[in-house]
């Protein structure tokens, strides 16, 4: 063989070492486009098969530029294959994996430059540069961490000792029912009791009762409608959110419609218009008909009739009727779950000199008697109420999953602001989130809060809040909170991802976890 047929060879062998970068003391060579941990699938002194198993090829068809497995295995330094995948070793760096069809596409996509071996296209090897980049940001990253972790560490045995507190004053708050119930029992015996002899002492006075124009009646209820829906929306917003609530309704057993002594989802559902909230102005549209029905029904509410005063609406002789110069309107008393108010028209607060009937000693006495006992069981049935909103307030504080050592407990009812160009956010954690245009408005519903929505492994890492006011022709809103590890509280972004679909960035101590981080760090920085 002469002089440049040696050549020729030694030359083919020292590119052919370059493109499979043979291991020294072995039969094993390191292939293009996969990490040194995989070169055992690739022997050379045997056939090669496909890592899906379809198919054994000759060893010479590795990286020939032509697609024979269809898992794309033989071609992983070649774009021949469109499902398969080339890696970038990038030593100084973090390794990664880009598909093949980006192998010699002229764009540098490896920071080592091995992506472009043969494009023509001239790649910086900065991997260094970028790998020092990314060093120094995880530095700061896990100094984050370790200073959230503290601070997350204090929450669990905040939110620990919160648990326990909730666990004692559950207890406390279910005695307290208990002996409220018998004070409402007795409270109602007594109130029984007076209102019987007050009702035999009244039917010698009882007048006929004129009977009112259609016209007449219309007028009162809309005089009720106006006046006492916002009172009695304010007395069922017991939280002051500015919402009534279904939670609310079940308090008030004036919405027990089978009478069943319980009231159920259902049937507050079916005063709120099958909705789990509403504002002032639909209950006042929606809710406050119904209500008022119903609360009438079972507080015994009515209109005392006015009484002409002398010389009131006399008709002369022509048929026409003449109204006196002073002018007075009878006073109107509504009692609503135990809050009374005065109505007169023009709104005026007047209070009649002295009663239209006068009562002997003993009727005056009995009528006294029984508005005490009423005002007596009203309060004893105000307080058994007020006792079970709070019970059932810490029986789902206690129920609720508050992450594996309670550490978002410490987070429970606490409000957070975002603000942009146009928008006010509040996320209220466990609670709700709503948005409030900074011209002025009420809030808008986002979503109430109903769960954990993290993948596996990572549950506490995202919130979901459903069931928000409805868009126009389109779905009741809904909210996704993702959390992030931070220094402090704070909600750091919204967006609209897709319409009446909302995402919030919320950063917190609380998943600083450090142990957790740690087991998720690469060591290839």
């Known amino acids: 063989m002469n002089n440049s047929g ?124 970028l790998g020092k980049e990314a060093r120094l940001e995880q530095q700061k990253a896990e100094e984050l961490i370790r200073e959230g972790n503290k601070i997350r560490l204090e929450m669990i045995a905040k939110g620990k000792q919160l648990k326990t507190d909730y666990q004692a004053r559950l207890v406390k708050l279910r005695s307290e029912y208990e002996e409220a119930e018998l004070v409402k029992k007795e409270k109602e015996l007594l109130k029984t009791q007076a209102e019987e002899l007050e009702r ?67 049937e507050a559902m079916y005063f709120l218009n099958n909705q789990k909230e509403v504002n002032l102005q639909d209950f006042i549209d929606s809710v406050w008909p119904n209500a008022k029905a119903f609360l009438m029904l079972e507080q015994g509410m009515f209109k005392v009739a006015s009484q002409k005063e002398e010389g009131e609406d006399e008709e002369d002789e022509e048929g026409e009727v003449h109204e006196p110069v002073d002018e007075t309107s009878e006073q109107e008393k509504v009692e609503v779950d135990g809050t009374e108010t005065d109505e007169v028209a023009g709104k005026e607060q007047l209070k009649p000199e002295e009663s239209q009937v006068q009562y002997d000693e003993e009727t005056q006495t009995f009528i006294d008697e029984a508005t005490a006992a009423r005002e007596n069981f009203e309060k004893a049935e105000k307080s058994v109420n007020e006792l079970l909103t709070k019970i059932r307030e810490f029986e789902a504080k206690l129920d609720r999953d508050f992450g594996v050592d309670n550490e978002f407990i410490p987070l429970d009812g606490e409000c957070f602001d975002y603000t942009n160009l146009e928008y006010v956010y509040t996320l209220c954690m466990f609670s709700r989130a709503t948005q409030r245009s900074k011209s002025g408005g009420s809030d808008i519903n986002l979503g109430h809060w109903n769960d954990w929505s993290g993948p596996e492994g990572q549950r506490y890492s995202k919130m979901k809040y459903d069931s928000g006011l409805s868009c126009w022709n389109g779905p009741a809103r809904s909210t996704i909170v993702n959390l992030s590890c931070g220094k402090e509280n704070k909600l750091v972004s919204v967006t609209e991802p897709s319409r009446c679909e909302y995402a919030m960035e919320f950063s917190t101590p609380v998943v600083c976890n450090a142990n957790l981080e740690s087991a998720n760090t690469h060591d290839e920085l």
């Not at 045997?46 to 020939?64: A, E, K, T, W, Y």
């Not at 009244?202 to 007449?216: M, N, R």
């Not at 027990?256 to 319980?262: F, I, R, Y």
Request: net charge negative; aromatic share 8%.
């Open 6 to 129: 040696i050549h020729l060879m030694f030359f083919l062998s020292f590119n052919l070492l370059i493109l499979l970068g043979h291991v020294a003391g072995s039969k094993v060579l390191q292939i293009r486009g996969i990490p040194n941990a995989k070169s055992s699938l690739y022997p050379s002194d045997r056939d090669f098969q496909c890592l899906d198993g379809s198919l054994i090829i000759p060893f010479s068809h590795v990286n020939d530029n032509y697609c024979d497995c269809a898992d794309g295995s033989d071609e992983p330094g070649t774009p021949a294959c469109t499902n398969g995948s080339f890696y970038c070793e990038n030593s100084g760096h973090k390794p990664r994996y880009i598909p093949s069809t980006w192998i010699n596409d002229g764009v540098c996509d490896c920071c080592d430059a091995s992506d472009e071996y043969s494009s023509g296209k001239e790649c910086v090897n900065n991997c260094n540069e």
């Open 200 to 266: 035999a002492a009244l039917e010698k006075y009882k007048p006929a009762e004129p009977e009112k124009s259609v016209a007449q009646e219309g007028e009162e209820d809309e005089e009720l409608h106006e006046s006492d829906a916002e009172d009695y929306f304010k007395l069922l917003d017991s939280d002051n959110s500015g919402t009534v609530t279904t939670a609310e309704l079940q308090t008030r057993v004036t919405f027990d419609k089978d009478k069943n002594g319980v009231v159920t989802e259902e």
